[in-house]
């Protein structure tokens, strides 16, 4: 399975985002979903979760109420919206799918992921 981010870039705070992370040749609605971000200096952090068919979501306490995880089955890709963003939340973003995993919680970060895009980078900056 590849996976290939997109929409990243440079935004003010207080701005939005939309990442994708988009997959060819198989259906990502079989796969369950995670965003990680890496900050430079900083370990790698789950940022939000998508079980198989979108049955069940996480959001790390750092992003909740302002990201949203969703899928667009018809575009074979999860979507995440990022609002009220922070100089913090700058850091290079990275999709991971998983074929096992059916629900999502906040430990599912620590799992061995099976395949990751690679990487899409997000500044948050005035």
């Known amino acids: 399975l590849q996976l290939v981010e997109s929409g990243g870039g440079l935004v003010q705070p207080g701005g939005s985002l939309r990442l994708s992370c988009a997959a060819s040749?198989?259906?990502?609605?079989?796969?369950?979903i995670a965003w990680f971000r890496q900050a430079p200096g900083k370990e790698r952090e789950g940022v939000s979760c998508?079980?198989?068919?979108?049955?069940?979501?996480n959001y790390a306490d750092s992003v909740k109420g302002r990201f949203t995880i969703s899928r667009d089955s018809a575009k074979n890709t999860v979507v995440l919206q990022m609002n009220s963003l922070r100089p913090e939340d700058t850091a290079v973003y990275y999709c991971?799918?998983?074929?096992?995993?059916?629900?999502?919680?906040?430990?599912?970060?620590?799992?061995?992921?099976?395949?990751w895009g690679q990487g899409t980078q997000v500044t948050v900056s005035s």
């Open positions: 998508s079980s198989r068919r979108g049955g069940s979501t």
């Open positions: 040749g198989l259906t990502l609605d079989s796969y369950a």
């Open positions: 991971a799918a998983d074929s096992d995993l059916l629900f999502c919680s906040r430990y599912v970060y620590d799992r061995v992921w099976d395949s």
